[in-house]
T-cell receptor
């Protein structure tokens, strides 16, 4: 079974702090994703990475950056946290497609509160 | 870019009834359509998916239908049970290597 592990289930930070959310997958997947989930808005894509050191902006990248130094790990960074970044953050991974879409597998999320 | 609309936002059924959730997509290049179930406190779990070369797919009590011409796809759950209560998300993805774009979700409640 694919295992996507997010380092924290709950996190509380202060406005202006630099925040790191970590995600690790154990299936040697090439692709990794960060989404945020808000009530009534569904899952919105922040950033994704096709492979190590590669990244692409999603629909809502403002205020975020990412890092993928190793294949199994994908980090989401809030450069200067703000209260409107309080949300549930979901990480996902997927086998590289080779021309065919594959299912995305999700972690259980990090609920981040910015005070 | 792709846009996915999902209806209804909430759905309440009696145990044993059927439930249907519908989604429409905007990008005619989309060719992969998964459905996810999210239980409280957990991440979304894939329950069924369909590709654009198939019109219907079934897995026990769950089925998905796809109408490429109309650009819509639906999830059908028969003989619903209380453990089917959860939030369900549809998604669509375009060419190989593109990320999934999700609908806003449907909260399904099954009462016994």
């Amino acid at each position: 079974d694919v295992k996507v592990t997010q380092s924290s289930r709950y996190l509380v930070k202060r406005t202006g702090e630099k925040v790191f959310l970590e995600c690790v997958q154990d299936m040697d997947h090439e692709n990794m994703f960060w989404y945020r989930q808000d009530p009534g808005l569904g899952l919105r894509l922040i950033y994704f990475s096709y492979d190590v050191k590669m990244k692409e902006k999603g629909d809502i990248p403002e205020g975020y950056s990412v890092s993928r130094e190793k294949k199994e790990r994908f980090s989401l960074i809030l450069e200067s946290a703000s209260t409107n970044q309080t949300s549930m953050y979901l990480c996902a991974s997927r086998l590289g497609t080779g021309g065919r879409n594959q299912p995305q597998h999700f972690g259980d999320g990090t609920r981040l509160s910015i005070l | 870019g792709e846009n996915v609309e999902q209806h209804p936002s909430t759905l309440s059924v009696q145990e044993g009834d059927s439930a249907v959730i519908k989604c429409t997509y905007s990008d005619s290049a989309s060719n992969y359509f998964p459905w996810y179930k999210q239980e409280l406190g957990k991440g979304p779990q894939l329950i069924i998916d369909i590709r654009s070369n198939v019109g219907e797919k079934k897995d026990q009590r769950i089925a998905v239908t796809l109408n490429k011409t109309a650009k819509h796809f639906s999830l059908h759950i028969t003989e619903t049970q209380p453990e089917d209560s959860a939030v369900y998300f549809c998604a669509a993805s375009g060419g190989a290597g593109t990320a999934l774009i999700f609908g806003k979700g449907t909260t399904l409640s099954v009462s016994s």
